[in-house]
Each structure stands twice: as C-alpha cells, then as structure tokens.
C-alpha cells in the first residue's frame, strides 16, 4: 500500500506560481510512476502530468505543457508539481497518484492521495 498527501495548494493571482508536493508513505516511490490530476467544479478529472521512477521520462497535458514541471525526490519519497504562469482555467483539486509501470496513459493508477485546492484569480 502507498499513502499519498498531497500539500502545496492555495489562492494565487494569475501569472503567479505555486509548487505542490505529494509526500509518499507505505512503500519507495522508486517503485512506481507518479502521475499528477486534476478535478475542476463540474468538470472530470483529467491528466496533468506523469513521470517513470527516475524522473528522466516525462509525459504533460497539452494545457500545462511549458508552464508545469513534475519532478521527483525519491530520497524524500515526495514528488512535485511546479506550476508557472497559472492561469484561472488552472482552478481544480489537485491529486497525484501512483502506479507500478510507467506509460503515458492516464489509466491504470493503483493509489491516490486526497487533493489539494488551487485557486487562480483573474
């Protein structure tokens, strides 16, 4: 079993940016692939961004590619989410998840944290 907590979120103006955080507990994130979603009011919950275990392979949503970064910290077993230039459409509960084999799908996450809220003000 892998725990997932996700901190980070908050009120931003847009143009600003933030750094989300998803800290792991259970078992290494070295294990999986981390992949970061989001959940708009109303809206499905739809794919950010995904990296395999070392973080050398990355794949983002057309919508955030340039302005996100995922990246990892196996030693913290934590992994981040970078966020540039937000934008208001960028509003959403943000989650991160984990499975055990890397792929550029969104399908086929075994374990997801709670969210956390982001906000981006016009």
């Known amino acids: 079993q892998v725990h997932l907590v996700e901190s980070g979120g908050g009120l931003v103006q847009a143009g600003g940016s933030l750094r989300l955080s998803c800290a792991a507990s259970g078992r290494s994130i070295r294990d999986y692939a981390m992949g970061w979603f989001r959940q708009a009011p109303g809206k499905e919950r739809e794919f950010v961004a995904t990296?395999?275990?070392?973080?050398?392979?990355?794949y983002y949503a057309d919508s955030v590619k340039g302005r996100f970064t995922i990246s990892r910290g196996n030693a913290k077993n934590t992994v981040y989410l970078q966020m540039n230039s937000l934008k208001p459409e960028d509003t959403a509960v943000y989650y991160c998840?984990?499975?055990?084999?890397?792929?550029?799908?969104?399908?086929?996450?075994?374990?997801w944290g709670q969210g956390t809220q982001v906000t981006v003000s016009s």
């Open positions: 990296a395999n275990w070392s973080g050398g392979r990355t």
């Open positions: 998840a984990a499975k055990r084999t890397y792929s550029d799908s969104p399908l086929n996450y075994d374990y």
